[in-house]
């Protein structure tokens, strides 16, 4: 018998037996499922540099961001105007990294696409918060209060100028 015959033969019967010992594989990727966005207007209240941010504040503190079903924003100021939210559960290091809180339990994580790539995502905390990861900064985003979002703008202002002054006729030389 040919010998590459005899080595194919001992390893197809070494595979099939490896997939016989164990036929559930364990899934590496997340099961991704539809999840609704939590709505509403969201703030970056505050900025962990979790690698070389080259700046000692994030330029994304005091954004803010809104997570609707027909649109979205993000930290950076895109807007989406057809996201699509799915998500799964994992722990928050595998979203935001060492920033994440401590402990390893699983957390909701919510992946926005738009127009096909990925577009922002958000791991929910234990108070309600989100966090995110953008460029080498972790995010934290509260919900803006709704009394916020409605209160009524406060009148500007106006200021009325100085009457201007009429020009001096210039003094002759001496």
Same mark, same amino acid.
């Given at each position: 018998?040919?010998?590459? @015959?005899?080595?194919? =033969?001992?390893?197809?019967?070494?595979?099939?037996?490896?997939?016989?010992?164990?036929?559930? +594989?364990?899934?590496?990727?997340?099961?991704?499922? =539809?999840?609704?966005?939590?709505?509403?207007?969201?703030?970056?209240?505050?900025?962990?540099?979790?690698?070389?941010?080259?700046?000692? &504040?994030?330029? $994304?503190?005091?954004?803010?961001?809104?997570? $609707?079903?027909?649109?979205?924003?993000?930290?950076?100021?895109?807007?989406c105007a057809k996201p699509v939210y799915m998500g799964w559960d994992a722990p928050a290091a595998?979203?935001?990294? /060492?920033?994440?809180?401590?402990?390893?339990?699983?957390?909701?994580?919510?992946?926005?696409?738009?127009?096909?790539?990925?577009?922002?995502? $958000? &791991?929910?905390? /234990?108070?309600?918060?989100?966090?995110?990861?953008?460029?080498?900064? /972790?995010?934290?985003?509260?919900?803006?209060? /709704?009394? =916020?979002?409605?209160?009524? +703008?406060? +009148? @500007?202002?106006?200021?009325?100028?100085?009457?201007?002054?009429?020009?001096?006729?210039?003094?002759?030389?001496?």
């Amino acid at each position: 018998m040919n010998r590459f @015959v005899v080595i194919c =033969a001992a390893m197809s019967s070494f595979a099939l037996s490896a997939c016989a010992a164990d036929p559930h +594989p364990r899934l590496t990727a997340p099961i991704k499922r =539809a999840v609704t966005p939590p709505g509403g207007q969201w703030e970056v209240t505050d900025a962990v540099a979790i690698g070389p941010a080259g700046a000692t &504040v994030a330029p $994304y503190l005091g954004q803010r961001l809104a997570l $609707y079903e027909k649109s979205a924003g993000d930290p950076g100021g895109r807007a989406c105007a057809k996201p699509v939210y799915m998500g799964w559960d994992a722990p928050a290091a595998s979203v935001v990294g /060492a920033a994440a809180p401590a402990g390893d339990e699983s957390r909701p994580v919510m992946e926005i696409t738009c127009d096909g790539e990925v577009f922002g995502t $958000y &791991v929910g905390l /234990a108070d309600g918060s989100l966090m995110t990861r953008v460029n080498d900064w /972790a995010l934290t985003l509260k919900r803006v209060p /709704a009394e =916020a979002m409605t209160a009524k +703008p406060q +009148p @500007v202002k106006v200021e009325t100028p100085p009457k201007p002054q009429p020009a001096q006729p210039a003094q002759p030389a001496q």
